[in-house]
């Protein structure tokens, strides 16, 4: 696959997905998690991620959509079992903030390992695999779950209310084939990163622990996962070389969630990042 046929089916994808799920900015996010080999977080409202969720996986020929919800009687899920609900393709969460330590981290684990024990033995995941996770809005930082937990989502953002709330049946057709989508993620994978784009998300990172509201900033971790989001985005326009505007254009989603703040309010990680990417914007 050639950088602009993905950039006609990447377009073709998240058009058809946001105009399905009504906000083309989480259908954007979420297909750029599924290229990349990430997970999204969502804030805003439980049905619309679901239904973002269920239209991504169907966007996917043969894909497959499963849902976990914690809450009281959380502690009876037993996530690692045979074709339990991680053996699917894409996995709605809710409720992770209400769930037992260990039920977060044995999700947790699952999502960056892509794979789960069973019988003393290393088993894989599907493939693809993604999750969406809902959150209610609000700053993350007051739901309870710690740096380490929110370092393991690669990029997130809040999801506008559908109205009217689209029916659950209604889903985009198949679109692509795994085959073409696993051809998406080389090619993205094959972008190059120049020096300049690299020192400049290392500029980024190291600013993220320089700003007074800012008690924590971005770790490794989420450095990596602006690059990695960052050559979607670029191949997503048709280029095979990321710019700087790449990656302050996901630099919001990639690290926000990520900042502790010392007075976390809604949107004040978002601003401070924002307030980043402007100071070291390159100028001319």
Same mark, same amino acid.
Not at 96 to 109: D, G, I, K, S, Y
Not at 112 to 125: F, K, N, Q, W, Y
Not at 254 to 259: I, N, P
């Given at each position: 696959?050639? #950088?602009?046929?993905?950039m006609t ?5 998240a ?6 799920t009504?906000d &083309?900015?989480a ?5 750029? @998690?599924l290229?990349a =080999?990430?997970?999204?977080l ?10 973002l ?6 966007a ?8 976990i919800?914690f ?8 996530l690692?079992e +045979? ?7 894409v ?7 209400l769930?037992r330590?260990?039920?977060?981290w044995?999700l947790l684990?699952a ?32 739901l309870g779950?710690s ?5 393991r989502?690669t990029?997130? @953002?809040?999801?506008?209310?559908r109205?009217? +709330?689209?029916?659950p049946?209604?889903? #985009?057709?198949?679109?692509?084939t ?5 051809r998406m993620?080389?090619?993205? =994978?094959?972008?190059?990163?120049p020096?300049?784009?690299r020192?400049?998300?290392v500029d980024i990172?190291?600013a993220?622990?320089?700003l007074?509201s800012v008690?924590? =900033? ?9 690059a990695a989001a960052a050559r ?6 048709g280029?095979?070389?990321v710019?700087?505007?790449d990656?302050?254009? #996901?630099?919001?989603p990639?690290?926000a969630?990520?900042?502790?703040m010392?007075?976390? &309010? +809604?949107?004040?990680?978002?601003l401070a990042v924002?307030?980043i990417?402007?100071?070291?914007? +390159?100028v001319?």
């Amino acid at each position: 696959m050639h #950088v602009h046929e993905f950039m006609t089916t990447f377009q073709r994808l998240a058009g058809s997905i946001g105009q399905q799920t009504g906000d &083309q900015e989480a259908a954007r996010n979420a297909l750029v @998690c599924l290229i990349a =080999g990430g997970h999204l977080l969502l804030q805003g409202g439980e049905e619309e991620s679901r239904h973002l969720a269920r239209t991504l996986a169907r966007a996917v020929d043969g894909a497959r959509d499963d849902e976990i919800r914690f809450g009281p009687d959380a502690k009876d899920l037993h996530l690692n079992e +045979p074709g339990g609900p991680l053996f699917t393709n894409v996995l709605h969460v809710s409720g992770f903030p209400l769930a037992r330590p260990e039920a977060q981290w044995q999700l947790l684990t699952a999502m960056e390992r892509r794979a789960v024990e069973l019988d003393s033995v290393e088993t894989p995941l599907p493939s693809p695999f993604v999750s969406i996770t809902a959150l209610p809005r609000g700053h993350v930082q007051r739901l309870g779950l710690s740096r380490r937990m929110l370092d393991r989502w690669t990029l997130h @953002c809040g999801i506008r209310p559908r109205v009217p +709330p689209a029916p659950p049946e209604v889903f #985009v057709r198949p679109t692509i084939t795994p085959a073409d989508l696993a051809r998406m993620g080389e090619v993205a =994978g094959a972008v190059e990163v120049p020096d300049a784009v690299r020192w400049h998300i290392v500029d980024i990172g190291v600013a993220t622990r320089a700003l007074p509201s800012v008690l924590v =900033g971005t770790s490794g971790r989420g450095l990596v996962a602006l690059a990695a989001a960052a050559r979607v985005v670029a191949a997503a326009d048709g280029r095979d070389v990321v710019s700087v505007q790449d990656v302050d254009a #996901v630099a919001r989603p990639a690290l926000a969630h990520r900042l502790h703040m010392s007075d976390p &309010q +809604p949107r004040d990680a978002d601003l401070a990042v924002d307030e980043i990417v402007a100071a070291l914007r +390159p100028v001319g």
